[in-house]
Nanobody, 122 residues
Framework: VQLQASGGGLVQAGGSLRLSCAAS????????MGWFRQAPGKEREFVAF????????YYKDSVKGRFTISRDNAKNTVYLQMNSLKPEDTAVYFC????????????????WGQGTLVTVSS
């Protein structure tokens, strides 16, 4: 599976962005999908997960109620809608694919996209 993330940019605090991750290659709908992020000087961290059929989602506590992960298997795309953005959300965001039913650690993911930068100004 090849993954291409897009949609990052510069936004003011309180604003919104929608990230997209387009997949190609093997059957996208077989994979659970996750979003991770890495802030400058910090380790990469889990943000959100969605199961292969979209029936299960979960989130890092600090983004619950602000971020929504979704997928469109017909378009081979997973999304991350980010609302009420905060400066601490500034990071490079990565999408990833996993064969696990549920996964919130990067070691469980088999395929990674290249990352897209989100910068939130105060």
């Amino acid at each position: 599976v090849q993954l291409q993330a897009s949609g990052g940019g510069l936004v003011q605090a309180g604003g919104s962005l929608r990230l997209s991750c387009a997949a190609s290659g093997r059957t996208f709908s077989r994979y659970g999908m996750g979003w991770f992020r890495q802030a400058p000087g910090k380790e990469r961290e889990f943000v959100a997960f969605i199961s292969w059929d979209g029936g299960t989602t979960y989130y890092k506590d600090s983004v619950k109620g602000r971020f929504t992960i979704s997928r469109d298997n017909a378009k081979n795309t997973v999304y991350l809608q980010m609302n009420s953005l905060k400066p601490e959300d500034t990071a490079v965001y990565f999408c990833a694919a996993t064969n696990r039913l549920v996964a919130d650690t990067e070691y469980a993911y088999d395929y990674w996209g290249q990352g897209t930068l989100v910068t939130v100004s105060s």
